[in-house]
């Protein structure tokens, strides 16, 4: 990685840059993420396999999950802890790393009062009995004695992690862990001397870092993680997030800060991690204004850097020495070296579709819809040729159909990838018309270039028969043709419109009044909503659902419904609709009464597809061996498609 020479368009992200004392390859770096790879709180080679994948890939430096600091912060059953049994298996994360090439530091944290601790059975801490969430459990206020042990519980983390190999420690002051929950007076009612005023918020996170580095600043660099902005009304806003900057830069000796956004609340949180909707690097000028009040201090930041374009532009101004690339780096560790080999059109992107936290926020261990080899780097299920190169036909080129006649090829078959439409891309060829949906086409546009690097044929415009089976007769048939929208009667309204007719052309309806009547909970009632009320629709989204867009992650859902409040959508939940057209009535029997709407332009019904599985049907009847992926299975979401595909392509 070091013999090679950095291409010019890209002279400050992969440029060598030195931190804390370390020199480091260049300004890329993976931020603390979980992974929930745990088993009984400690490391896994699930673990070491996945960083040293990343840091084998180029990145200069990989910041692993936070150890949680005690047994009040066990929130995730996947997550890490800072017990002494973790020694062993964070060196080996430590050596892995820093093996191939990559610098390695770790977080420690205490969750706080949203660390509701369902497996240990322990309440949560917090400096003041304010709940997090209208669901979320009353923290227990913690003591003068509990915060001196939770501060020397910081202490001891910071020797573990340097006593197993690493070279930094991120203690987290943001994100509204418990730290910040003393900094922010949304979340600190304290009356005694760590609460009140601002300096009063700031005593205990400062005791913390002061123990820290007391404990190993002498051994290993030592930085802060903090919030630009917490994103909460009445809470920690940007002016005190510049003023805790510049009173770290000036008063601690640190190795870096590390800046990002938002806190553990609903909506707050769902913008830390920014999904495709709210653009490239939508926080970055809240980075750069804390960056600007540190003189002495490097600044690191996090804010949704998809490409090396997006940490370029980030890096132009000198401000910032480092930039985060954490979800393009799960979509594809290999990223830097790829880059550095002239071969950028080969890195699979990021669409910020939000899997992957959407796994961990349920406690499933992590993966990624781009990338469905995350946490199984260590297993090399690619390894190796089909021991018998065969003819495959893939049906369909969606994200499911794509996925299989790539993996089928790379393992040596012959492939051939037939599609009825003039163009690739399936169901997103729709959603990407959804307004800030427009990145799912850098799904199709990489495997479009992956089949071409392949040699798979591929045939557009071609529906697939059995005459053409019988003509091309392939080995195995994998049938990815996807499912098809029906369009049906709704009493009292007549035909209803789908969600593919409303992206077609939404400007159409702009002054009139929708409504949309989901079935489906997912991003494509979400999308079609927004897209409508965007182009300046009365919409009003119907569920019989309690809750609205259940089927869409839980940090994307919020974000969504927020932007749907702000362009003035009504959305109705625990809702049935009686239609006498043109007159729609929103019936609630929760909120009990009626709603009429008297003029209604357009009815939406958002439902789940149905299956397109008759080709297979056929192909069996003719002796064909057949394998079912995506919606051709079973209709449900992107991350399961191109999941299939590949399992379908490695069967082979």
């Known amino acids: 990685m070091t013999g090679r020479a950095v291409p010019g368009h890209r002279r400050r992200a992969l440029s060598p840059v030195r931190l804390a004392g370390l020199e480091l390859r260049n300004r890329v770096f993976v931020s603390a993420h979980t992974t929930n790879f745990a088993e009984d709180f400690l490391p896994t080679d699930r673990h070491v396999e996945y960083h040293r994948e990343r840091a084998r890939g180029g990145a200069a430096l990989i910041i692993t999950e936070p150890l949680r600091v005690h047994e009040t912060s066990l929130g995730r059953v996947g997550g890490l802890s800072s017990s002494p049994a973790a020694r062993g298996g964070l060196a080996r994360i430590a050596e892995a790393v820093r093996a191939e090439g990559a610098a390695v530091f770790t977080q420690i944290t205490h969750a706080g009062r949203h660390s509701e601790n369902h497996f240990r059975r322990r309440e949560s801490w917090g400096p003041s009995p304010r709940r997090w969430h209208l669901t979320g459990q009353v923290p227990h206020a913690m003591t003068r004695a509990e915060m001196r042990t939770v501060r020397d519980a910081y202490r001891a983390a910071a020797r573990l992690a340097a006593d197993a190999g690493f070279q930094g420690v991120e203690v987290h002051f943001g994100h509204g862990h418990l730290l910040h929950q003393f900094l922010s007076p949304a979340s600190n009612g304290r009356s005694d001397a760590y609460g009140g005023d601002e300096g009063a918020r700031t005593r205990f996170p400062l005791e913390v870092l002061d123990a820290v580095l007391d404990e190993v600043g002498a051994d290993v660099a030592v930085g802060v993680r903090l919030s630009a902005d917490e994103l909460v009304p009445g809470g920690q806003d940007l002016d005190q997030g510049v003023r805790l900057a510049a009173l770290l830069d000036t008063t601690r000796d640190l190795g870096f800060l590390n800046v990002s956004l938002a806190s553990y609340t609903a909506p707050s949180i769902g913008h830390h991690v920014a999904d495709m909707s709210e653009g490239r690097t939508p926080y970055l000028d809240q980075a750069l204004h804390v960056a600007r009040a540190c003189s002495r201090t490097p600044v690191l930041a996090a804010c949704r850097a998809v490409d090396l374009d997006d940490a370029e532009r980030a890096l132009a101004g000198g401000e910032l020495s480092m930039v985060a690339m954490t979800r393009a780096h799960i979509a594809d560790p290999l990223l830097v070296s790829k880059a550095l080999r002239g071969r950028e059109d080969e890195i699979r992107p990021c669409v910020s579709c939000n899997f992957c936290i959407g ?177 300046g629709a009365d919409v009003h989204l119907v569920t019989p659902a309690a809750a609205p867009l259940w089927a869409v992650n839980d940090y994307s859902r919020m974000t969504m419904l927020e932007r749907l409040e702000r362009a003035g959508a009504a959305v109705w939940t625990s809702s049935a609709v009686e239609c006498l057209r043109p007159a729609v009535t929103v019936y609630a029997p929760r909120n009990p009464g009626r709603h009429t709407l008297p003029e209604v332009a357009a009815l939406f019904l958002v439902r789940p597809a149905r299956a397109r599985d008759g080709l297979a049907r056929g192909a069996r009847e003719h002796g064909v061996p057949v394998r079912l992926v995506g919606d051709a299975l079973a209709p449900r979401s992107l991350l399961q498609a191109v999941h299939e595909g590949r399992e379908a392509g490695l069967a082979l």
Request: charged share 30%; net charge negative; proline share 6%.
């Open 359 to 535: 796994e961990i926020g349920a406690h499933r261990p992590l993966t990624c819809m781009m990338n469905p080899e995350v946490g199984r780097e260590g297993e090399r299920r690619t390894a190796g040729r089909a021991p018998r190169p065969l003819e495959v036909g893939v049906v369909g080129a969606g994200p499911a159909g794509m996925e299989a006649a790539a993996t089928a090829a790379e393992r040596g078959h012959r492939v051939t990838l037939w599609e009825r439409e003039e163009s690739a891309g399936g169901r997103t060829a729709v959603a990407r018309r959804g307004r800030g949906r427009a990145e799912l086409d850098l799904l199709r546009a990489y495997q479009e270039g992956r089949l071409e690097r392949l040699g798979v044929r591929v045939r557009t415009g071609t529906p697939v028969d059995p005459g053409l089976l019988e003509r091309e007769r392939p080995d195995v048939l994998v049938v990815a043709c996807g499912a098809e929208s029906e369009r049906p009667h709704v009493p009292g309204w007549g035909t209803a419109l789908t969600a593919e007719q409303a992206l077609e052309e939404p400007g159409r309806w702009a002054g009139e009044c929708v409504v949309v009547l989901d079935e489906e909970g997912s991003w494509a009632s979400g999308s079609v909503a927004e897209t409508l009320a965007g182009a």
